[in-house]
C-alpha cells in the first residue's frame, strides 16, 4: 500500500525579496490532495527578505568578543545573537535557542546560497509561515497540501548534518505510537516518532547542500498518522540543554 514517491521540484530560480515561492511552486509541480511539500527555509527567507548585509551590523562587545573565541566575523555573530532569545553555549560555536523554540547551531543563520556579504535568517515565525504557505497553496492550485519547512542542522553524538522540519502544518510533527501495541502484543510506552522530522531528513537529501538548486521536494503517497505538536522538549524535561547550561556557567 505504502509506495511513497518523492519529487524534487526542478527548475526554480534563485529566489530574491518580493518572490512569491507559492506560486512559482505550483507552476512547476502539480499537486495532489494529500501531498506534503518541503521547502528549504533558505527561499522562504530570501523570498520573504528575512536577510541582511553583514556591512548594516554593528556588533556588540559580546559579539566582538564570541568573534575573536570562535575566529568569526563579529557583525555575523551580531546577527545570531539578534537571532537569538537563549544563548545555551558560546564556544566552539554558539548554541541557541530562537523564539520558536528550534534549538540550533548559529541560531540557523547561513551565509551560504546568497550573495557574498549576506546573511539569511531562519523565519522568525516558521509555524505561521508553513500555515501561510498551505493556505496559498490551497488558493493557487485547489490542493490540500502539508508543508514542511526544513532546514539543515547538526545533531549531538553523531556526525553529519540532516535535514530537520523548522515549521509544518497539515499534521502533527509527532506519530504517538503510545498505546499500540507491538507484534507481541506489549503495549509500548515510549515510542514518539518525530515524523516530521523524518520527512524532512529526507527531502533534505534530495535537495542537496550546495548548487542542486532543488529547493522543494514533494512526498506522495504517505500513510496518515495522528499524535501532537510537542516536538520541543520543555526546559524542564530537556536534560542536554541543562546539563550543557550547567557545564556553561561554572
Ligand atoms: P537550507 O538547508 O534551508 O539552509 O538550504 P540550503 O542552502 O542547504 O539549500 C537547499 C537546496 O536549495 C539546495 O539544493 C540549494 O542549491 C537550493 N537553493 C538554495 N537557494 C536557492 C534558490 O534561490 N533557488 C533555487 N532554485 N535553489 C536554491
Ligand atoms: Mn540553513
Ligand atoms: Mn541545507
Known amino acids: 500500500m505504502e509506495n511513497i514517491q518523492v519529487m524534487g521540484v526542478q527548475g526554480l530560480p534563485l529566489i530574491h525579496g518580493g518572490d512569491d515561492i507559492a506560486q512559482m511552486?505550483?507552476?512547476?509541480?502539480?499537486?495532489?490532495?494529500?501531498?506534503?511539500?518541503?521547502?528549504?527555509?533558505?527561499?522562504y527567507s530570501k523570498a520573504k527578505g528575512y536577510t541582511k548585509k553583514l556591512s548594516s551590523i554593528t556588533p556588540s562587545e559580546r559579539?566582538?568578543?564570541l568573534g575573536k573565541l570562535n575566529g568569526?566575523?563579529?557583525?555575523?555573530?551580531?546577527?545570531?545573537?539578534?537571532?537569538?532569545t537563549d544563548i545555551i553555549m558560546e564556544h566552539p560555536f554558539i548554541?541557541?535557542?530562537?523564539?520558536?523554540?528550534?534549538i540550533g547551531v548559529r541560531a540557523g543563520v547561513d551565509q551560504s546560497n546568497i550573495e557574498d556579504g549576506m546573511v539569511i535568517f531562519l523565519p522568525p515565525d516558521p509555524m505561521k509561515s508553513a500555515?501561510?504557505?498551505?493556505?496559498?497553496?490551497?488558493?493557487?492550485?485547489?490542493?490540500?497540501?502539508?508543508?514542511?519547512?526544513?532546514?539543515?542542522?547538526?545533531?549531538?553524538?553523531?556526525?553529519?548534518?540532516?535535514?530537520?522540519?523548522?515549521?509544518?502544518?497539515?499534521?502533527?510533527?509527532?506519530?504517538?505510537?503510545r498505546g499500540d501495541t507491538d507484534?507481541?502484543?506489549?503495549?509500548?510506552?515510549?515510542?514518539?516518532?518525530a515524523v516530521a522530522d523524518e520527512i524532512?531528513?529526507?527531502?533534505?537529501?534530495?535537495?542537496?547542500?550546495s548548487n542542486n538548486g532543488v529547493p522543494a521536494v514533494v512526498f506522495r503517497n504517505c500513510p496518515k498518522w495522528t499524535g501532537h505538536?510537542?516536538?520541543?522538549?520543555?526546559?524542564?524535561?530537556?536534560?542536554?540543554?541543562?546539563?550543557?547550561?550547567?557545564?556553561?556557567?561554572?
Not at 511552486?25 to 527561499?43: M, N, W, Y
Not at 568569526?72 to 537569538?84: C, G, N
Not at 505538536?229 to 524535561?237: A, S
Open 95 to 102: 548554541l541557541s535557542e530562537m523564539a520558536c523554540g528550534h
Open 72 to 84: 568569526e566575523d563579529p557583525r555575523f555573530v551580531q546577527a545570531v545573537l539578534d537571532a537569538s
Open 63 to 65: 559579539a566582538e568578543r
Open 183 to 193: 507484534l507481541f502484543g506489549h503495549v509500548l510506552k515510549i515510542t514518539e516518532e
Open 131 to 177: 500555515l501561510d504557505l498551505k493556505d496559498e497553496i490551497k488558493k493557487i492550485s485547489g490542493r490540500d497540501v502539508g508543508i514542511i519547512i526544513t532546514d539543515t542542522c547538526g545533531r549531538s553524538f553523531r556526525r553529519g548534518q540532516t535535514g530537520h522540519a523548522i515549521g509544518w502544518s497539515g499534521f502533527t510533527a509527532i506519530r504517538d505510537f
Open 229 to 250: 505538536d510537542n516536538l520541543y522538549f520543555r526546559n524542564d524535561e530537556d536534560i542536554t540543554k541543562k546539563v550543557l547550561k550547567k557545564e556553561w556557567n561554572q
Open 200 to 209: 524532512a531528513g529526507f527531502a533534505n537529501f534530495v535537495m542537496g547542500e
Open 25 to 43: 511552486i505550483c507552476k512547476r509541480v502539480s499537486l495532489q490532495d494529500g501531498d506534503i511539500l518541503c521547502i528549504a527555509s533558505t527561499i
